[in-house]
């Protein structure tokens, strides 16, 4: 069973910025698209962004548009989330996902981790 691993969430003010990452140990991770996706309680999973296995297609949920970005280091078999300006409406449980296609659609990923708690205080 593979399990993707996210850090770097925490507890900051409005406008501020955080990282996060995800490794994906025992992945053939350059065979994946890899996305970010987030939820908060008592709401569906929604999504946030995903990268293509080359890193060149890129898809932003239209509420992370111009603030957020995604990257991915296949060396290290790892992805990135780089969000600046924070919202407290991107308070949320994030997780970092992989699967074959490169879709906003949580049910086309297979394999996910156990998330990153990002907290944004107004």
């Known amino acids: 069973q593979v399990q993707l691993v996210e850090s770097g969430g925490g507890l900051v003010q409005a406008g501020a910025s955080l990282r996060l990452s995800c490794v994906a140990p025992g992945v053939a991770f350059m065979s994946y698209r890899m996305g970010w996706f987030r939820q908060t309680p008592g709401k569906e999973r929604e999504f946030v962004a995903a990268v293509s296995w080359s890193g060149e297609d890129i898809t932003y949920a239209d509420s992370v548009k111009g603030r957020f970005t995604i990257s991915r280091d296949d060396a290290k078999n790892m992805i990135f989330l780089q969000m600046n300006n924070l919202r407290p409406e991107d308070t949320a449980l994030y997780y970092c996902?992989?699967?074959?296609?490169?879709?906003?659609?949580?049910?086309?990923?297979?394999?996910w981790g156990r998330g990153t708690q990002v907290t944004v205080s107004s």
């Open positions: 996902a992989a699967g074959m296609l490169l879709t906003t659609k949580q049910s086309d990923y297979k394999y």
